[in-house]
């Protein structure tokens, strides 16, 4: 019960920070995730119980300061984006190590253990098989997505090096470090405390939450409801490589071939 009154504390700012965001109050909006990290940093040091979730909740916290305070560099979008979650999977990957390999150097092994999301209380297995899965989900999920938020394409064409650069930041950037934080991170330590179905729906509310950039009530409802979908997939394989693939494919058909038509350009 007293672990879970504190850790209302941090879910109830980073979803407060988010109100602000949806109502355009960026300033705000960054003050109070900012006061989420720093009393998920100051917290620990007074209460005597093992507390595993505030690290991940100063992720999360830390990924909307990148996503609103990172400065333009790029005309396009595409290339803006690996800045924001490039730094955001390294703290991801420490926290990870904390909590799954404390000890030992890093190596090749320790690298694929991370990114099939291995030794966080459960041992995963990689098939083949998950890729042609992931494509069929991804591209079934973007159709229901583009139909729901209908965005603009992140590429100015359907060129070969565009789509190369588009599933590149897409699966390996967003998809992974966004399945990094909010399923093998927060939903797999979140389980000791609130259970399988708790966890998940936890873990799905905060996917949701922090879409709130872009203002729209049902988006937030059919993301809450694709989190839930990629939460059941991780708890039935474990498989944090898969969850990112759906998730990064999603993505990819959702900025190229939906908005620009399936019109490539070589």
């Known amino acids: 019960m007293r672990k879970g009154l504190i850790y209302l504390l941090p879910i109830s700012l980073i979803i407060i920070a ?6 355009r109050m960026a300033e705000a909006c960054l003050a109070i995730h900012g006061l989420n990290v720093f009393l998920c940093i100051l917290l ?3 209460v005597k119980d093992d ?28 290339y803006w984006l690996p800045l924001i979650y490039g730094p955001a999977i390294i703290a991801g990957y420490i926290v990870w190590r904390g ?36 494509l069929g989900a991804g591209l079934a999920m973007s159709l229901v997505e583009f139909a729901v938020l209908g965005p603009g394409a992140l590429i100015p064409d359907a060129g070969l090096l565009n789509l190369l650069t588009l599933m590149i930041v897409m699966v390996v950037f967003i998809g992974f470090c966004e399945e990094l934080v ?3 991170l927060l939903q797999s330590r979140a389980e000791p405390w609130l259970g399988i179905y708790g966890a998940m729906l936890l873990s799905a509310s905060l996917f949701s939450v922090m879409h709130s950039g872009y203002s729209s009530i049902p988006y937030l409802i059919f993301v809450f409801g694709v989190g839930l979908v990629l939460a059941y ?31 490539f350009n070589l």
């Open 51 to 78: 507390y595993e979730l505030f690290p991940i909740f100063v992720l999360i916290s830390v990924l909307r300061v990148l996503n609103i305070g990172m400065p333009f560099f790029f005309k396009f979008t595409i």
């Open 99 to 134: 909590l799954a390999h404390p000890e030992g150097r890093f190596s090749l092994k320790t690298l694929a253990r991370f990114i099939n999301g291995d030794g966080l209380g459960y041992r995963t297995t990689w098939h083949w098989y998950y890729v042609p899965i992931a």
């Open 182 to 184: 909010f399923r093998a």
């Open 233 to 263: 997939i991780y708890v039935k394989t474990r498989s944090l490589a898969l969850v990112s693939l759906i998730h990064g494919f999603l993505n990819f058909f959702l900025f190229s071939f939906l908005p620009l038509g399936w019109n």
């Open 44 to 46: 620990p040091i007074f």
């Open 18 to 23: 988010e109100i602000f965001f949806f109502n």
